[in-house]
């Protein structure tokens, strides 16, 4: 039973036959009908203007959302153990052309006004030193967490205070919008640009970058062909990302997710470093511990020396969740 | 009738059952099973011991072989109407953190080792003029032109001459494999990394770099997940591949795109800018007469004021390529 | 007797007082009276409101500059001998981040709009191709040609039609005002930003880059820093510009430097490829004739096959230009 | 009286004399009679082959000489406050093309092996995370600490274990020399780079690239070039720098610098925060302290809430260093 990612997740039946219905002759990149159709389908999502742009990977939608909000010679505010800074292997430093990241600490991976603060009080010696030019944060945090709407505004108010660009990953956006039960607008909040992601969530290759400033599409585009991420056969990745907002499959998927996981987490009870609310969860283990687990059949990250990672995606069994649950009880 | 690209073609069917059987949980990114026998399959298909990687687009592919050969302050030979060149949006600036395309002329868009000598010659200020540090050649070229073996083996005695990597686009090495009836080994000549192109030729978004020193493998997957290309369902695009590798329908494919081409080369005679040699043909015509197929329903390409591009490809049907050869014979 | 070029001449003596004049405490970098002074200096030089940044190298003057105008995925239209592209070892790709250079024809390396119109007119392909986001020429040409200020005029109307930027490389600008006799800023024109050279005209170290755009300093400030541009004693630089501004000496050094080549083209006659304009000329010779000139202690440079390349400069003695004038017409 | 840097001392007047005695014509960039000696200069003076650069800076010289050790990549473990991180506007990220600074923790701004293994550490994501390619330390550090020859030792161990570059800042590398009493060689222990500095020691804008491996020399050629460092009359650059190695002028500025900052670190007693050893001092004083001194005219920079730091230089004259001194001890 495997709870090690939900990168590891089957693609949704819709998807494939989205996918299907999309194979014949169609212009190429992104001048099919279904590419077309991308800007107006998130804009009826979010309820305000958008641009949408598909890209295969989580890594290069967020590359390409901050690359509209930061120069070479600036800087990115994000948490330190944010994706873009931990797991890209300096993507951004690739896609930004040596912009540096400027790590912040909080809680549970998450920023708060106060974490940003300190990271740009640091920033004192004028010329001489990487200024910040855009914020990123993570909804739901690398741990799980996501941001509440007035805790989104309350970072937008700064961003903007000090002329920062403001974006989100959203590589798992959907599982914070089913954990908040809100509008995806409201837990998108203020930001400029958002990597939304469906790969985890019943896709096979395929994320859009959201941009709120219809205008800065031009340049994503541009830059995406530029990084060869502007896919001859474009048609089979909008018909992914179509496919998963028809029947909000996209939300209905999160849920599962999410539901998989809080069966565990009702079982694990103290061992949670962070109350359950999306499809992640850090539960403490011994290593003895973990080798019982794993003897019974379940697989899984370890995190770290304190606790392991449990993930769990929109085709989890329940009996299986039940099953590890109950395995954790038993420990 | 649509003449306009190969990029528009379907996905073969083998192709689909392919990724539908990799449709269950495996590990992400490019350790999956799928995924670790590329390395195999290749080194069996090229007959010597080789590294392949999966990306999903020729420009990744291109520039990510070229990143083996050339540093940030050095250049690459080409053609000047190379792919590289002409509509890769500056990927290999990108790419390459600044190196410059050093362009050669040709006929037919294929290099002679005259031409590659005209360029060197053309350096001569020492630190202050771009070094060549490799050549890049496009096999079959932007005209549908093969490199034979021993016009490869020249070019190849040249880079080596001059300590240059080499590098072959193959956006249509199977169409050249096909036209050429050699070996695929032959047809990739002494290239040190080849981009081995699937898109075009019944893949999804697919494609195959080549590393025939099997240590530049490191290097690439390193730059692959920096550009965010590491897509974490990996397996589909192995998948894609392995499919096409499977009973030589890559091969077979190349053959019907060719013969389909054929059959419009020989009624178009004298018209022909170049011998018809895969499955690309440029036809000189006038704006009348392009208008008058165009009200036939045929869709292709205006290359320039001179003629016309065709592109078939693996499912282009032959009574539509025999509909147009008469139609042209027929102007 | 040398006519290498003007980059071998000494420095001037008022450029050596000021520097030693500087030689006290201040504050570093460009915080120091010297450096705070440019601006204001220029301004007035010009007069229409300017900043002005000192930088070491030709180089780093026009990449600065054209960094104001550029986007990494961008293009710079300039002639194919320009210094940016022949002289600088792929610096622009450098500094702009992987931008492009689009090479434009044009009669003695100087550009016409039919030149400039000429390389938009190949730009068709979308997103496919590198869009040109600015224009660089050279004040005076590679073949020591000045641009009129009707044809600055006409240059500077096709880049505002076209929204693109306009650099000018001014490594002899001072050469060009003393040929045209007008005021700099007639010999500046419309462009955006100016690279205005010392070094070769009497300076040690020392060129500005001139930003009509004053917004755009501080940009340039950030990335002159992050070039390592910054000289943490950078009151020795601005002494020396602000030296030579004194008194015309800029102006006088040019003038003696460009009628030190006249002498020699009063009896080159036929032999000079372009008539003399500024402190170069470009005059055919056969070897045998090169041989028996150097045979007379007469150093210069092999420009190509048909003709050498003779330099002047501030320094040059008149009477060696009469010894050389004289030779060439005895061959 | 100032103390505020070593950047605002003035010029030596050997340097003065040698530049001017270089003030006639010779052939430019580095193939004068000066730059070419730079090597066998160097060489003498480390008792080892090496090869020598000049550059204009501090910044040019650590980012070039990481250059040669630095993939794109890549990460240069370097401690969190080194000058290559705080203060130099993020060049080494647009000189190493995006690669990562991995920043380590570490007393008084030095490294261990410990610090070193803690960052390696950390480094478990294979292709998903910046490998570390080198480690850079700075001799002396940010806090006017030397690494003496066994920590060297010890660093170095651990490089080549690693297969890590060692890259050292030696910015004040002379007053490092001073501080040890040991030869130069010692001094730079088992690095593979040095950034030999000078401007700050009596120069005026001069730096040494060292390269104990002098095959690296023909990349950092290239790579000055390309950022606009080579300078056309760098004959001033070398004549500096020679001016310098005559007599051991540097090491007797560097001896005068020291020399001048113990004379205050004598008085200062329990306010120092770290042992004098060479020309800067951070000494613990309140608000209300510093305001005292400076209305006695004392000139200096507030390093943080605790401390100040002061920063004598081969000019210092000792009569203001017993001032401060005293009127530190009056506080």
């Known amino acids: 039973m495997q709870f090690l990612s ?14 299907q219905a999309a194979d014949n002759p169609d212009t190429p990149y992104d001048t099919d009908a279904l590419s077309r159709e991308m800007d107006a389908r998130f804009s009826a999502l979010f309820g305000r203007e958008c641009a949408a742009l598909w890209v295969a990977t989580g890594t290069a939608a ?18 330190r153990e944010a994706h873009i800074e931990m797991d890209e292997c300096g993507a951004p430093g690739f896609y930004l052309h040596g912009a540096k990241l ?70 798992r956006f959907a599982n914070a919008v089913a954990a908040l039960g809100g509008p995806a607008v409201e837990v998108a909040g203020p930001v400029d640009a958002l990597s939304f992601g469906f790969v985890k969530n019943g896709g096979m ?44 499959i996209w939300l209905q998927n999160a849920r599962a997710a999410n539901d998989a996981a809080k069966i565990i987490a009702d079982e694990a009870g103290d061992r949670l470093v962070h109350p359950q609310q999306i ?42 969740s039940e099953k590890l649950g109950k395995a954790i009880a038993a420990l």
């Open 62 to 79: 967020n590359c390409l959302a901050l690359a509209t909000m930061v120069e070479p010679h600036g800087g990115v505010i994000c948490h």
């Open 205 to 248: 290759g395929a994320e859009a970058v959201i941009l709120f400033d219809t205008e800065k599409a031009e340049l994503v585009r541009w830059r995406r062909k530029r990084a060869g991420h502007l896919q001859s056969k474009g048609r089979y990745l909008a018909a992914q990302i179509l496919a998963m907002l028809d029947d909000e």
């Open 279 to 320: 499809n992640e969860l850090f539960v403490r283990m011994t290593a003895g511990e973990r080798a019982a687990l794993r003897d019974q059949g379940f697989a899984f990250y370890d995190w770290d020396e304190t606790c392991v990672r449990l993930v769990t995606h929109w085709a989890s069994r329940h009996e299986d």
């Open 102 to 171: 400027l790590l912040a600490a909080g809680e549970g991976a998450k920023l708060t006004p106060a974490d940003i603060d300190a990271v740009l009080a640091g920033i004192t010696r004028g010329v001489h030193q990487v200024p910040a030019h855009a914020i990123s944060i993570t909804q739901a945090s690398e741990y799980g967490l996501p941001y509440r709407p007035e805790e989104l505004a309350a970072i937008g108010a700064m961003a903007k205070e000090h002329n920062l660009g403001l974006h989100m990953d959203g590589a």
């Open 6 to 19: 939900d990168n590891a997740a089957p693609v949704h039946p819709k998807v494939w036959e989205a996918m």
